[in-house]
Every structure is written in C-alpha cells, then in structure tokens.
C-alpha cells in the first residue's frame, strides 16, 4: 500500500465533527497525527471535552490540544440549536479519565508543521480560528502544509444566513487568513455536504454495524437528525464533516473545480459568505478547489468501513 497521508484534525465536536474523528482515526490510508480543538458548535470546554470523550470511547491514541476560545475579531457563535447543550447531546459517556496536552493547539500545529517535511494535511471541521491563529504566529507554515481540507462555505446557500454557512461565519477573518496564505486549499461546503443526508436507512445501516462505533454513530445521528429536521426540515441530516477525511481516503470521491474565492467579511448581511466564481467572470486567479459534487453511495461505504475497523 502507498504511504500514508499524514493529517491534523482541527474540529469542534459536534455530532459530524464526532464521525469525522471516526473514520480519520480508523482508516488504515491515513495517519491521523493530533486532534486540536477549537470553539465553534459549543465553547472551547465544551468541545474539548467533547474530543477526549471520543478518543477515549473509541480507543484512539491521539494527542488532543486544546485551542482558542474566541474567533479572532468577532464575538463568539455557538451552534446549540443544531448540537445541543454540550454540543454533543445525545450519547452517554463513562466518567472522562483522558485529559487535553499542556501544550496550546496553535503552538502544536506551529511546530509540528515547522519540523515536517510538507507533507502534512491539515483538515479544519470548525471555524478555522486555530490554523489562522497559527499562521500568523509563524507565516512560515503556509509553506509547509501539504493541503488545507475545510468544511465550510458554500457556492450557494448558507446555512446561518442566507449568505453564509457556519464555520466560515462564525470566524470569517479566521478564513479569509487561511485562504490567502499560499497553501493549496480544498473547499467541501454545503454544495456537497448536503447531499450526504443521513436518512433514517442510513442510521439502521451503520448501527447494524453492532460495535462500539456503530453505536455511538446511531445515538450521536439521534440528536443531530432531529434538530436538523427541526431547525431546516431535512428528513436526514447533512453529515457535513467527514466529508472532508473521506476525500482523503478516496480522491474520487469528490468532483472539484478550481475557482477564485474570496470571503466576505466587509459586509453586515453577507458577512461570512464565500464568494465563488464558478463560471470564472472575474478572471482572477484560481485560489481554491472547490467540491462541487460528490458520490453518495461511495461515501456511505466509506463510513461503514471505518465505523467497522472499530472493536466490539
Ligand atoms: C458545520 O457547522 C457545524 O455546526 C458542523 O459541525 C459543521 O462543521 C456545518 O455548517
Ligand atoms: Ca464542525
């Protein structure tokens, strides 16, 4: 088998953050190097603890950083309506025994991508205040991440406004850093993350898988498919952040198109949206490849394949 891709996971679990950890944690293609948590769906406690209750649930020996607690200019946002009160309601853990690194999330990612050789992927599934953080620390890791993986944005519409989906609202400077930086960008937005509905079959399927993983992955969809049908009506909810470390996994999971992108973050109304040229108007330089469609069926194997790497 070729190498291993060697990855980062910034997140803030979060229901799809949680199956994210999942399958980047399993998958025998990739070599998932540290968790570094950041605040998003709920405070930075929250989703720190959030992210040691999974490693430890799932058995996963990987290093969690904690990071920043605020965006880096604007007020903090939280997703409670969507991930509940501790931003991962639903399963019931055992007492919490794994604690967080000493070390600072943005000065984890500072060294560890300094002393790589540029081969590391860096996945962001939270706003993406850690790695924007990081760079300004040391503009000199743009050089050195192999590709920066996002869930977030959109080609059309948002999911908090009209205009813009979470992660890259709810820090838009954070993203507007890290799309300039230099370093090759991938953007999984809403455009696909809303086709992976996960419908009441696809929650029977993978509980069939009948291990701990399997488990968790039906009691997490739970609460997460209810407030989805609550708050947008969907029938299965969008299982947005694995989508990111799937493609990984199978680089043809996803249809990409190279675009210009540009965040918006001037505007009251707009604040937040990802600016998307698909038809090249502007003949600006491309900045981003941008999944513009995926394969559904291929990406539920995907899940299931990982959920079953996991022990009883
Ligand atoms: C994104 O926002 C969060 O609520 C989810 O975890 C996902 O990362 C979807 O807009
Ligand atoms: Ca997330």
């Known amino acids: 088998m070729s190498e291993k891709i060697k990855m980062i996971l910034d997140c803030?679990?979060?229901?799809?953050?949680a199956v994210a950890l999942m399958v980047a944690g399993s998958s025998p293609k990739l070599e998932l190097l540290g968790v570094t948590v950041v605040a998003g769906n709920q405070t930075i406690d929250?989703?720190?603890?959030?992210a040691l209750h999974l490693v430890e649930y799932l058995g996963l020996d990987v290093p969690v950083y904690a990071g920043c607690p605020l965006p880096m200019v604007r007020e903090r946002k939280i997703a409670d309506d969507i991930h509940g009160e501790s931003g991962l309601d639903g399963p019931v853990f055992p007492p919490l025994q794994r604690k967080a690194e000493t070390e600072h999330a943005v000065n984890y990612l500072v060294r560890t991508l300094m002393e790589s050789e540029g081969d590391i992927v860096v996945v962001t599934t939270g706003p993406m205040t850690n790695l924007a953080m990081a760079l300004r620390m040391e503009p000199r890791i743009a050089q050195k991440i192999r590709r920066i993986v996002l869930m977030g944005g959109s080609v059309g519409y948002g999911n908090v406004t009209p205009a813009a989906e979470f992660n890259i609202w709810a820090d838009g400077e954070a993203a507007q850093v890290c799309f300039t930086c230099g370093a090759p960008v991938t953007m999984v937005g809403l455009d696909v993350t809303r086709?992976?509905?996960?419908?009441?079959h696809i929650v029977e399927r993978m509980g069939a898988v009948g291990n701990r993983a399997g488990k968790l992955f039906a009691e997490l969809m739970g609460h997460f498919c209810r407030t989805e049908k609550e708050v947008f009506g969907f029938d299965g909810g969008p299982l947005h952040d694995p989508v990111t470390v799937a493609s990984l996994i199978d680089p043809e999971l996803l249809t990409l198109q190279d675009m210009n992108v540009q965040i918006e973050i001037r505007a009251q109304q707009s604040y937040g949206r990802t600016n998307c040229d698909s038809f090249d108007y502007l003949h600006l330089p491309h900045t981003a490849q941008v999944a513009v469609d995926i394969d559904v069926e291929r990406f539920w194997d995907i899940i299931e394949d990982a959920l079953r790497r996991y022990d009883a």
Do not use: A, E, M, S
Not at 46 to 50: K, L, M, Q, Y
């Open 12 to 17: 803030d679990p979060g229901h799809d953050d």
């Open 46 to 50: 929250n989703t720190v603890r959030n």
């Open 195 to 200: 086709k992976v509905l996960c419908y009441p």
